[in-house]
T-cell receptor, first 118, second 114 residues
Framework: AQTVTQSQPEMSVQEAETVTLSCTYD???????LFWYKQPPSRQMILVIR??????QNATENRFSVNFQKAAKSFSLKISDSQLGDAAMYFC???????????????FGRGTQLTVWP | NAGVTQTPKFQVLKTGQSMTLQCAQD?????MSWYRQDPGMGLRLIHY???????DQGEVPNGYNVSRSTTEDFPLRLLSAAPSQTSVYFC?????????????FGSGTRLTVV
């Protein structure tokens, strides 16, 4: 089974600064997708960014960008110009596109709790 | 608004009681799933469905039952509640089980079993 590892249970950043959250994954598949989800105190899971494994170009969504290193199986999230509203639990997730595999299941890491200081 | 609707948002059960968590989506999504979230554990898959009439077990299925009689609805049944089932439960749907579509999540149900 695929595993997703977030090695930083907690991170903190000053408002307006940049922070990077780490994620590594283990898979033998070639076709897959990677996601970062944000869970604020409201408990709602919000999709932040998505990366297709076949694309070399790193995905970007406004202040959020990823550093996708396929050979190293690494998928880090960079948040630029951090805002108080970015404070949340962030989950890295993996989804296979292998039709013989786990039929669309999302594998989640254990999460990184991000604190933003004013 | 289109999305995934979960009810109830909070529930307290006594050990041995049964209940059903409701989940409905109005996006015509093919794929639906139930996850539980426990502190320090991330989200773990309980059951999933790739279409009406088709369900399968996930990582932690024991003590739970599901059915998918329509595309829209995917209820989760707790057969005989145990304190180990105290958790936050999320229903999530996706346009398809393949193609890398992201999930849309419901707002979650916080369940406490005493």
């Amino acid at each position: 089974a695929q595993t997703v590892t977030q090695s930083q249970p907690e991170m903190s950043v000053q408002e307006a600064e940049t922070v990077t959250l780490s994620c590594t994954y283990d898979t033998s598949e070639s076709d897959y997708y990677l996601f970062w989800y944000k869970q604020p105190p409201s408990r709602q899971m919000i999709l932040v960014i998505r990366q297709e494994a076949y694309k070399q170009q790193n995905a970007t969504e406004n202040r959020f960008s990823v550093n996708f290193q396929k050979a190293a199986k690494s998928f880090s999230l960079k948040i630029s110009d951090s805002q108080l509203g970015d404070a949340a639990m962030y989950f890295c997730a993996y989804r296979s596109d292998d039709r013989g595999s786990t039929l669309g299941r999302l594998y989640f890491g254990r999460g990184t709790q991000l604190t933003v200081w004013p | 608004n289109a999305g995934v609707t979960q009810t109830p948002k909070f529930q307290v059960l006594k050990t041995g009681q049964s209940m059903t968590l409701q989940c409905a989506q109005d996006m015509n999504h093919e794929y639906m799933s139930w996850y539980r979230q426990d502190p320090g554990m991330g989200l773990r898959l309980i059951h999933y469905s790739v279409g009406a009439g088709i369900t399968d077990q996930g990582e932690v299925p024991n003590g739970y039952n599901v059915s998918r009689s329509t595309t829209e609805d995917f209820p989760l049944r707790l057969l005989s509640a145990a304190p180990s089932q105290t958790s936050v439960y999320f229903c999530a749907s996706s346009y398809s089980w393949t193609g890398g579509y992201g999930y849309t999540f419901g707002s979650g149900t916080r369940l406490t079993v005493v």
